[in-house]
């Protein structure tokens, strides 16, 4: 089991949400939308990726999805009890809904989406009490940076589409 500390823990927080922006960063050399997650069991990274949709040319690709599945292979169960997932960008409602079908206990987000948020921001299905398992969350950590990243990309994006 998870232990309370781990919870509040900001400085270990922080820690995997940068290796989880150093997924998002990879995200940007591949033109992904940078994404980036990490599942950390243990103390250590169980599952690690990023956004790949258009790279494997699949709507699920999504950083959260592939992270999970790595995860629940090295674990050997889809059962994520003990796991820690770490994001980049809040969880669309497709992510949240396998977070909760993986039974993460606990995740932890940089960025809002004011767009397809499903923890805080449009949905808040971690907390849906008609869902066979309420997900704790801690959002904003890192928010700067990864909300950066992110604009930086669309950014370059619609410079590239006024110049074709």
């Not at 290796?19 to 599942?39: F, K, W």
């Not at 699920?60 to 960008?89: F, K, N, P």
């Not at 206990?105 to 066979?132: I, M, Q, T």
Request: net charge negative; glycine share 6%; hydrophobic share 45%.
């Amino acid at each position: 089991m998870l232990s309370d500390n781990q919870f509040g823990d900001q400085p270990a927080h922080e820690r995997w949400m940068r290796a989880a922006l150093s997924e998002a960063r990879q995200a940007v050399e591949e033109d992904e939308v940078p994404v980036g997650a990490v599942v950390v069991a243990a103390g250590r990274i169980v599952g690690s990726a990023h956004n790949q949709r258009e790279q494997l040319a699949d709507p699920t690709a999504h950083a959260e999805m592939i992270a999970l599945t790595q995860a629940a292979s090295s674990l050997g169960s889809w059962r994520l009890v003990d796991c820690v997932l770490y994001v980049t960008l809040e969880p669309c409602p497709m992510c949240a809904g396998a977070i909760v079908q993986a039974r993460v206990p606990l995740v932890v987000w940089g960025a809002v989406d004011p767009k397809a948020g499903a923890v805080e921001s449009l949905y808040h299905l971690f907390e849906d009490s008609r869902l066979n398992h309420q997900v704790e969350h801690v959002g904003n950590v890192l928010e700067h940076e990864s909300s950066e990243l992110l604009s930086a990309f669309f950014r370059q994006k619609r410079q590239e589409s006024r110049t074709k």
